[in-house]
């Protein structure tokens, strides 16, 4: 019977030290696990986060770059910043090169990007068929980019010193890049 209560006591003794060593430093090690797993997890969404960003990031670079290069390929059609008068009087040379009579009305500029604005213009100009068709013609060779969003050929009211019989009225922009 002694042995037996000495097993029993032994026993009693290490089901008691287990549920010490179990509640004393599995259970809080079981805690301390449970909270690294959910800052693990944490972290593992901030760095999922911070790579869709990153990704966000280089698709904007890699637009921005390509934009760059397709500003660069119009630069050789886009007026530059201060450069406009010179357009004007080359357009101003060559209306006179075909005996037109021209009239430009210019708008207030619109910026487009930071390094891009649109200035908008009129052309009103008369002539025969042939100058104007003609001048159309060295507009069209310019390097400088013109756009027209509308062309309107009218018949001039007929009198005896008419010698203008059409008039033309272009609408569109000139492109200005801002360096």
Excluded: W
């Amino acid at each position: 019977m002694l042995a037996r209560n000495r097993i029993i006591t032994t026993l009693a003794c290490l089901v008691i030290g287990m549920l010490i060593i179990v509640g004393f430093v599995l259970i809080p090690s079981f805690h301390g696990i449970m909270d690294l797993s959910e800052r693990i997890s944490d972290e593992q969404n901030k760095i999922a986060q911070a790579l869709s960003h990153a990704s966000r990031l280089r698709t904007v670079t890699s637009q921005i770059e390509q934009m760059q290069r397709e500003l660069l390929n119009y630069e050789q059609i886009i007026v530059e910043d201060g450069k406009e008068i010179d357009l004007f009087s080359l357009l101003e040379e060559k209306h006179k090169q075909y005996n037109l009579t021209q009239l430009i009305r210019l708008n207030p500029s619109i910026e487009l990007l930071p390094s891009l604005r649109e200035l908008p213009l009129e052309f009103q100009i008369q002539g025969t068929f042939q100058d104007i068709l003609s001048y159309m013609r060295e507009l069209e060779r310019m390097k400088e980019l013109l756009a027209f969003k509308s062309l309107t050929l009218l018949r001039t009211p007929v009198t005896q010193d008419s010698k203008k019989p059409l008039a033309l009225t272009l609408k569109g922009a000139i492109y200005v890049l801002k360096k």
